[in-house]
C-alpha cells in the first residue's frame, strides 16, 4: 500500500497546502481509495497518475468543511470524464442529502451510481483487496478514523495445487491470480484456494 498526501491543512488552505485528502493505493491493482475530500482535492489530483475510473470507494472522516467540501465537485467531474462504475462513500450520516441536494440543485447528472454507506453502521466494509473498519473519535462533530487492511497480502499462485487438480496452464491461471473464481469442467475454483500469501497483511489507519 502507499500513501499520498493530497492536502494536509486544517481548516483553511495555505500557498503551500491544500486542505484534507489522502489516497491510499493498492499495491495488486491500480485501484485506489479516497479518505476526505476538502476544497481543491480534485485540483491536487490532477497532479498526479491517478485516474477517477480506477477510484474504489470515498471515506469521509467527518462533517466538517475542510474534509468533504471538494466532493460534488469531484463527483461530477467523474461523471463529466465517462465513469460508469459505480461508487461507495462512506460517510457520516447527513453527508448524502447534502450531497444529493447538491447535485440537484447544480443540475448535475452523473451517469454512475453513488452508493451511500452510513459509517455509524458500518461495521466493516470489504473489498477483494481491502478491509476497512471504522472507529469513533472523539471531536465537536460524529467522526470516526479508518483501519485499513489488505485482505490478499502479495498473492502467489500454488502452482503445485494447480497441476495436482490438473487445472491447465493458460487464461485460468491468470484469472486466479487477479483474484476471479472461475468455471473449469463443471467446477467452481476459488481463488484463494490457489494462492500463497507470502507475508503478514500491512493495515494503515486514519485519523479524521
Known sequence: MDLLFLGTS??????????????????????WYLIDCGEGTQHRLLRT??????????????????HCFGLPGLLASAGMMG??????????EGIEAWIRATLQMSQSWL??????????????????????EAIALSH???CYGYRFTEAR??????????ERDGIPRGPLWGQ???????????RTLRSDDYLNFTRRPRRIVVGG
Not at 23 to 28: I, V
Not at 83 to 92: G, W
Not at 113 to 131: H, T
Open 49 to 66: 497518475p491517478l485516474s477517477l475510473h480506477r477510484l474504489r470507494a470515498i471515506f469521509i472522516t467527518h462533517v466538517h468543511g475542510d
Open 153 to 162: 497480502p502479495d498473492p502467489r499462485l500454488n502452482i503445485y495445487r494447480l
Open 10 to 31: 486544517s481548516g483553511t488552505p495555505t500557498r503551500a497546502r491544500n486542505v484534507s485528502g489522502l489516497a491510499l493505493l493498492e499495491d495488486t491493482s491500480k485501484d
Open 140 to 142: 465537536r462533530v460524529p
Open 111 to 132: 451517469g454512475y451510481e453513488l452508493i451511500f454507506r452510513a459509517v455509524e453502521s458500518l461495521g466493516e466494509w470489504c473489498s477483494l483487496n481491502m478491509r476497512v
Open 83 to 92: 465513469r460508469k462504475a459505480p461508487l461507495e462513500i462512506i460517510a457520516p
Open 176 to 186: 486466479l491470480a487477479r483474484g476471479m473464481d472461475v468455471e473449469c469442467e463443471g
